[in-house]
């Protein structure tokens, strides 16, 4: 049988964790993105610092659900390792009717990272959505992706 292409399926096609135990140890880090469209009048209570909900303060629970998803991503998705999170830092801003959330994470480990800060902006995004959804149902979650990943075999920047 050919060997997979895929890093996580074995050789009879089943889903096998990676054996990272003969890799390095490095730095590694990783820069995710997603991006919530909320719609005029949500942002405009934002940039008036009215944005107080019920639930209370949109970003800064958003900013502490990615956080707290980050460190639970092994156990969220399948076959990830569960990792010790050096650093893990969450960032919002208004951009337009949106809101841009970066996460980036960071450790010293033989597998990347790139999953970890995944979720911590979809968690944080899916937060905003959560947190928001009383003042409107038309909220988009419109993209999530990787910026840039370093350490491992090869770095990636997502090209501009």
Not at 35 to 60: M, P, W
Not at 81 to 103: F, K
Not at 147 to 156: F, H, P
């Amino acid at each position: 049988m050919k060997k997979s292409e895929f890093t996580h399926v074995d050789t009879h096609g089943n889903a096998a964790m990676v054996d990272v135990s003969e890799k390095p140890v490095t730095r590694r880090t990783a820069l995710a993105q997603a991006i919530v469209y909320l719609g005029r009048d949500i942002v405009s209570q934002i940039q008036s610092h009215e944005l107080q909900t019920k639930k209370g303060a949109v970003f800064q629970t958003a900013m502490l659900a990615g956080v707290m998803g980050a460190k639970r991503t092994a156990d969220l998705i399948p076959l990830c390792h569960p990792l010790g999170l050096d650093d893990c830092q969450i960032n919002i801003q208004v951009a337009g009717e949106a809101v841009i959330i970066t996460a980036r994470a960071a450790l010293s480990a033989r597998t990347g990272v790139e999953m970890e800060a995944l979720t911590a902006v979809s968690i944080a995004a899916l937060t905003v959505y959560d947190m928001c959804k009383a003042m409107s149902h038309d909220i988009v979650i419109r993209e999530i992706k990787l910026l840039e990943k370093t350490g491992g075999k090869k770095d990636y920047k997502v090209q501009k």
